[in-house]
T-cell receptor, first 113, second 114 residues
Framework: GENVEQHPSTLSVQEGDSAVIKCTYS??????FPWYKQELGKRPQLIID?????GEKKDQRIAVTLNKTAKHFSLHITETQPEDSAVYFC????????????FGEGTQLTVNP | EAEVAQSPRYKITEKSQAVAFWCDPI?????LYWYRQILGQGPELLVQ????????DSQLPKDRFSAERLKGVDSTLKIQPAELGDSAMYLC????????????FGPGTRLTVL
């Protein structure tokens, strides 16, 4: 089955700096890659996703890049703010897996004022 | 904005007892998922429904866990008997039709087994 690895497990940045979180996946058939933000005690919320027919997607301060050849994708957050502090999860799925999402282990991002 | 509803939000039980969790997906969403999230880890799929049918329960410990979605709308996940290792957050999610649709998560039920 699919295996998703996520790095780093913790990331601390100064407000205004950029943050990058990287994930690798094992199943070359994976074609959907969402990123979720989970604040303490709250539900995971989708912040951005990318499908395998594109290499990059941006939404304001957030961007995701996908390298299908290398089987990795990354989340980029620019101009970080304290409210960006949360746990971020990457995930991957394939239609052949019945849309099962396989999640990474998560990255605790802390943005210091 | 419509959201996935879950209840209860918190549940404390003793081992060997039975517990049940309820989920109401976003109206019109055909696909419903139950995930288990152990503290410090990513969610892991337990069971997936398409309408009232189970399409994936390969990771569901069927000796103690059961799930149903009788009318293809809301769903119940049951654990009987609960074990200490079942302590976790149980998250429900729904999506319009599965495949690679966006999955929307509920607030979860935090289970503590004593």
């Amino acid at each position: 089955g699919e295996n998703v690895e996520q790095h780093p497990s913790t990331l601390s940045v100064q407000e205004g700096d950029s943050a990058v979180i990287k994930c690798t996946y094992s199943d070359s058939a994976s074609n959907y890659f969402p990123w979720y933000k989970q604040e303490l005690g709250k539900r995971p919320q989708l912040i951005i996703d990318i499908r395998s027919n594109v290499g990059e997607k941006k939404d304001q301060r957030i961007a995701v890049t996908l390298n299908k050849t290398a089987k990795h994708f990354s989340l980029h957050i620019t101009e970080t703010q304290p409210e960006d502090s949360a746990v971020y999860f990457c995930a991957a799925s394939t239609e052949t897996s019945g849309s099962r999402l396989t999640f990474g282990e998560g990255t605790q991002l802390t943005v210091n004022p | 904005e419509a959201e996935v509803a879950q209840s209860p939000r918190y549940k404390i039980t003793e081992k060997s007892q039975a517990v049940a969790f309820w989920c109401d997906p976003i109206s019109g969403h055909a696909t419903l998922y139950w995930y288990r999230q152990i503290l410090g880890q990513g969610p892991e799929l337990l069971v997936q429904f398409q309408d009232e049918s189970v399409v994936d329960d390969s990771q569901l410990p069927k000796d103690r866990f059961s799930a149903e979605r009788l009318k293809g709308v809301d769903s119940t996940l049951k654990i009987q008997p609960a074990e200490l290792g079942d302590s976790a957050m149980y998250l429900c999610a729904s999506s319009p039709s599965g495949a690679t649709d966006t999955q929307y998560f509920g607030p979860g039920t935090r289970l503590t087994v004593l």
